[in-house]
């Protein structure tokens, strides 16, 4: 039986299936869509399954069937899940899952190039337009890079994403053009928003978002929890916890998923830098935005987490969150300066500041046995943080290196509409 989306808000919204949830991004209601339920999976299930293709494949076959998309699964899969993602072991310490090993270094490869994989497969010619504050436009545009159809505009705070992110963000050329707005990421964000409430920009480009509320950028993220926990069972028997570097609560919302399906999942631990949101909430049990905090963990400076409403459709309280399994670790910036240097001391091996959160919270837990931490970048890509801590150079994988040797092109802007139809209407 199909599985169809509903909305986190009205339960009368009308349900859509998961090619219509792709191309709508938000439910009519303004709510997220999430899956109204989800697939009743057993290990057994995926016998004979073990490439990240192919047991995504399995997991995301109820979803696809009767969609649109449906002959296409497992080309999507195998287009768009092309590295590798290994759960690595470090003697007397936790397994780690890199998730940075696709052509921008970090997790959120997955889900850009699961959502282009779709998005080609149900379009013919059309314009993402993105906003993006570092890591997400890098992202959507290597995963839109030369499709064909496909034309993607990334619009990036002037002066504001590091030299590495720029680079990501300005040298694909093709079909990928970058404009640099001379504003803040509120002004890029302002500057979309307006661009798809107007009809005539809207229609004759055929926008589509690609942001991370997206059911087509959260569902793929499930695939590496599956892979990673039924590795380890087949190994070990026991279930896998998994640490998680949380800010939107996207990555971590794919977990609870795969859990939910039924994959062989212990606890998940949410772990935050300084921003306090998430754990006051669950010291309260009342919810409140708090204004974003800069930290060295920057992916994840978000004040109000915006996949909070799918979060609470499973337990709307912390303490049910808890007996569910679902706990939270927050982790200011001078434990992450220490657990990436603690990790290297241990196990000689350089970790990002994001990862360095599901380190500290690893430690202060015990140090559980049947963990992994979920390593979301590089630590090539942080470098200016990373380096003067450990006091030796990073070396930068050959996917990073590949777009750092091109060269840079972009337009800058003002951060007004007008300019931004001007750019557009080029296209
Ligand atoms: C986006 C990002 C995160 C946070 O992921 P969410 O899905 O927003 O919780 C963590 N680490 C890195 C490197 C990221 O790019």
Known sequence: MAIRWKSTRSADAAMVSLSEAIGQGLASDGGLFVPERLPRLQVSDFDGLSSLPDVAGRFLKDFFSGDSLEGQLSQICSSAFDFAVPLRSFSDGPRVLELFHGPTAAFKDFGARFLAQCLVRTRSEFTVLVATSGDTGGAVAAAFWKLKGAKVVVLFPEGRVSPRQQKQLTAWGENIRALSVRGDFDDCQRLVK????????????????????????????????????????????????????????????????????????????????????????????????????????????????????????????????????????????????????????????AICPHTATAYQAWVRQGEPKDSALVSTAHPAKFETIVEPLLGYKIPVPSTLDFILTRTEKFTTIDPELDALRTELRKN
């Not at 949410?270 to 974003?292: D, H, I, M, Q, V």
């Open 194 to 349: 307006a661009a798809f409430q107007e009809p005539a920009l809207r229609d004759s480009l055929q926008l589509t978002s690609a942001n991370s509320i997206n059911a087509g950028r959260l569902l793929p993220q499930a695939a590496y929890y599956v892979h990673a926990s039924l590795a380890y069972f087949r190994e070990t028997g026991r279930p896998l916890s998994f640490f998680i570097p949380t800010g939107n609560l996207g990555n971590a919302l794919s977990a609870l998923w795969a859990r939910e399906a039924g994959l062989p999942i212990g606890k998940i631990t949410l772990c935050t830098n300084a921003n306090r949101s998430l754990s006051e909430f669950y010291r309260s049990g009342t919810w409140k935005a708090f204004p974003t905090e800069a930290t060295l963990a920057n992916a994840m400076d978000v004040g109000n987490p915006s996949n909070l409403e799918r979060l609470l459709t499973f337990q709307a309280k912390p303490s049910e969150l808890v007996a569910h399994g679902v706990g939270t670790e927050r982790v200011d910036d001078d434990a992450i300066r220490d657990g990436i240097q603690a990790f290297d001391r241990r196990w000689s091996e």
